[in-house]
């Protein structure tokens, strides 16, 4: 049986062996199978349990310490690092992290996130779009009115949310879709079980769809703040500090 699996949504598809081996390390590190100050077995052994040659492991460690995981020094060995050195909005180390089973705090740390930017590029994209993207968030919400279940659901909710960010006309905003994507996928889909009915924000989207359609930023950024406040409302509360 091959000690490599298939990897989950994120930059490193699979398709040779240097990703494969980056998917696999980066897995076991973000997902606590190599804790914080552990040092990763050594080379030879992980050679061996990965079927790969000493050149890949070391290209592969290269790209971890890149995302801050580990760091390699002569005669120590390679370590794990803290995860606040992580690069956390890192596509990889986001969907590393979502493939561990994402813990409340984290989402808790989303929900806030997205509170401090969404509000503002649904702002400027009631002033900026043009009616090719306008067109883009109206299909994505009509997407989300005809889901048949949670799994459509998330999905149209997530390309509305991109939709907007693509429309703000701003090019420093409209990469966070695509870098935070398998989180937020990850949080929507919480959020929409919680709520009771997975749809149970519809009339909350549609109002920001309303105040975009109308280019009425004040109103857009009040209505994406109410949507998120509600949104985050139903994220589990992170257990209480010993």
């Not at 149970?200 to 703040?225: F, K």
Request: glycine letters at 8%.
């Amino acid at each position: 049986m091959p000690m490599l699996r298939p990897p989950s949504a994120s930059t490193y598809t699979g398709r040779n062996l240097h990703g494969q081996v980056v998917n696999e390390l980066g897995r076991r590190i973000v997902g606590g199978d190599y804790p914080p100050g552990i040092a990763l077995p050594v080379e030879e052994t992980l050679c061996v349990q990965l079927s790969v040659s000493r050149t890949a492991l070391r290209e592969a460690v290269k790209v971890l310490a890149a995302k801050g995981l580990v760091e390699s020094r002569p005669r120590v060995g390679t370590r794990v690092r803290a995860p606040g050195t992580w690069n956390m909005l890192d596509p990889d180390v986001l969907a590393w992290r979502c493939a561990a089973g994402p813990d409340p705090a984290f989402l808790l740390h989303l929900a806030e996130m997205r509170e401090i930017f969404e509000p503002a590029a649904a702002s400027l994209a009631a002033r900026n779009r043009d009616d090719t993207q306008l067109a883009v968030i109206r299909g994505a919400f009509d997407a989300m009115a005809e889901a048949a279940d949670v799994t459509a659901w998330v999905r149209a909710d997530l390309e509305f949310h991109n939709a907007v960010l693509q429309a703000t006309g701003n090019p420093l905003l409209t990469p966070l879709a695509a870098m935070i994507g398998s989180a937020l996928e990850s949080l929507l889909g919480i959020t929409a079980r919680r709520a009771g009915r997975f749809n149970a924000s519809l009339p909350d989207h549609r109002a920001v769809l309303e105040a975009i359609e109308q280019g009425d930023g004040e109103a857009a950024r009040r209505r994406m703040a109410h949507l998120l406040a509600e949104a985050r409302a139903m994220v589990p509360a992170p257990p209480a500090a010993a």
